[in-house]
């Protein structure tokens, strides 16, 4: 086993903290807890998170985006996507540093549910950084890579093929085809690297060792693996990019994750 990413007792490590942010982000990240407490406070919010490239430490000004996560006391409704939207616009607007801003909302009461432990809240618990509030992962297990994280994480795969194709039909403009390639590719190399996680025995949120780590068992397959990781970096809004993400890599990669792993639990 590799054991990349684990600590000690060979369990995942969370990744991540306020104090391996750059300090090209830290006002963008200030600017972020101040807004997100004035914008939901206490009798919505919960607590707030940071994960991507910032907390980890990696980001690149100007290239690199803004990642939240807000654990809400209720589900989210259409005034809380709203106020989410708007703090997007905000922040991306007013700090040039980032390329982009997304907020995810989630309950707290799914966050923590029996259905979601080894999908939201493994996602929550080792790839989020607290930003504001009570840290919903003292109340969550400890995670090892297994084939059953891999299953509920990125076994769903096949689902989201269709959307895609759809979006890149609708797509007319090339920073709307740069976007969903950013997309499609950090989703399709997570996939990858989550294929054959149990068997690296580790974990990794870096886009190149993902497809190193993949490159090993499929090498067939390596050279696209890493042009998704390539289009992840740096998206490209060239169709043919995008075509073979959606139609030649992905389909190949959703069969073979099923096959390996099974289909991710149902959601309602």
Not at 87 to 111: I, K, M, N, Y
Not at 220 to 237: G, V
Request: aromatic fraction near 8%; charged fraction near 25%.
């Amino acid at each position: 086993m590799t054991g990349s990413g684990l600590d000690d007792h060979g369990f995942i490590a969370r990744e991540g903290s306020l104090g391996l942010v750059p300090e090209e982000f830290a006002a963008v990240v200030d600017a972020a807890r101040t807004r997100i407490a004035a914008a939901f406070g206490p009798a919505r919010l919960h607590s707030a998170y940071l994960y991507g490239s910032i907390p980890r430490g990696t980001a690149v000004p100007g290239v690199s985006d803004l990642d939240l996560l807000l654990a809400l006391r209720h589900r989210p409704g259409a005034a809380d996507r709203a106020d989410a939207r708007a703090l997007e616009a905000s922040l991306d607007a007013d700090f040039p540093q980032v390329d982009g801003v997304g907020v995810l909302l989630h309950d707290r009461a799914t966050l923590l549910s029996d259905l979601e432990r080894y999908d939201l809240g493994w996602f929550l618990a080792c790839l989020c950084t607290p930003l504001l509030g009570d840290d919903l992962a003292a109340r969550l297990p400890r995670y090892r890579p297994t084939s059953l994280l891999a299953r509920e994480t990125n076994g769903d795969l096949a689902l989201l093929l269709p959307r895609w194709r759809a979006q890149a039909a609708a797509a007319r403009t090339a920073p709307e085809r740069r976007a969903l390639c950013r997309r499609v590719a950090r989703r399709i190399v997570r996939t990858g690297f989550t294929l054959v996680m149990p068997r690296w025995g580790g974990w990794t949120s870096d886009l190149t060792a993902s497809a190193e780590a993949f490159a090993r068992y499929y090498p067939d397959r390596a050279d696209q693996l890493r042009r998704a990781a390539a289009a992840a970096r740096t998206p490209t809004a060239d169709p043919a990019v995008l075509t073979l993400l959606i139609d030649d890599l992905g389909p190949w990669l959703a069969t073979e994750y099923t096959s390996v792993h099974g289909h991710k639990t149902p959601r309602p």
